[in-house]
Each structure stands twice: as structure tokens, then as C-alpha cells.
């Protein structure tokens, strides 16, 4: 099994950038599809981007798109989520998870489909 660990969250202004990461504590993410997830106070947790094993899909909410990118080194066994042009309404918590239901093909950003998940890393968006 899969344990996510995020890490890279951290305090920046309006417009700026941040790399989220996400590896594992125990086992491999290979052949696990990664998701990034957020939860902002108040509000429920959301599917923010995902991609598949080895990478060859990906997909992204309305709301990041164009701002925010998600790879993977499947050599470094590492997932990563690249944050730009970040505003006050990205601050939340963001959270790696993993599934292989399934781990290759189109993947999703429906919660459901993830069986393990990271602890959460904090991103603040302010000036």
C-alpha cells in the first residue's frame, strides 16, 4: 500500500508560484494514479488535478487550469504539483492521494476513487 506524504506548502504572495510534492513513505507509487485535493476553510474538500501511471493522462479543475500543472518521476517516484499565478482563493490544504481502481487510463478527481491519502499541506495565499 501506498502512504502519500505531501510536502512544499508554504506561505506566498498573490502571483506567486509553489511546487507541491508527493512521495511515500512505504511501498511505491507505481502503477498508482495521483490525485491533488484541497480543502479550503468552511468549504469541502475538492478535486483540484490528477494523473495517471505513467503519466500519460491528466486532468485538471476548471478552477486551476492553465495555472497549475501535475507531473510525475516515476524514476524518483514522486508526483508533483505546480502552482502558479496563485490567488487568495487557492489557500487551503492540499492533499496527494492514491488509487489503482484504476491506476493507468483517463483518471479523475472524484474523491471516491482514492484509497490512501496524505496528511494535507498547507498553502496560504496572502499579501
Known amino acids: 500500500q501506498a502512504q502519500p506524504v505531501e510536502s512544499g506548502g508554504g506561505l506566498v504572495q498573490p502571483g506567486g508560484s509553489l511546487r507541491l510534492s508527493c512521495a511515500t513513505s512505504t511501498s511505491t507509487l507505481a502503477y498508482y494514479a495521483i490525485g491533488w485535493f484541497r480543502q479550503a476553510p468552511g468549504k469541502e474538500r475538492e478535486g483540484v488535478s490528477c494523473?495517471?501511471?505513467?503519466?500519460?493522462?491528466?486532468k485538471y479543475a476548471g478552477s486551476v487550469k492553465g495555472r497549475f500543472t501535475i507531473s510525475r518521476d516515476n524514476v524518483g517516484d514522486t508526483a508533483y504539483l505546480e502552482m502558479n499565478n496563485l490567488k487568495p482563493e487557492d489557500t487551503a490544504v492540499y492533499f496527494c492521494?492514491?488509487?489503482?481502481?484504476?491506476?493507468?487510463?483517463?483518471?479523475?478527481?472524484?474523491?471516491?476513487?482514492?484509497?490512501?491519502w496524505g496528511q494535507g499541506t498547507q498553502v496560504t495565499v496572502s499579501s
Open positions: 494523473i495517471s501511471y505513467p503519466g500519460t493522462h491528466t
Open positions: 492521494a492514491a488509487t489503482r481502481n484504476p491506476g493507468s487510463g483517463p483518471c479523475s478527481i472524484g474523491e471516491g476513487r482514492y484509497d490512501f
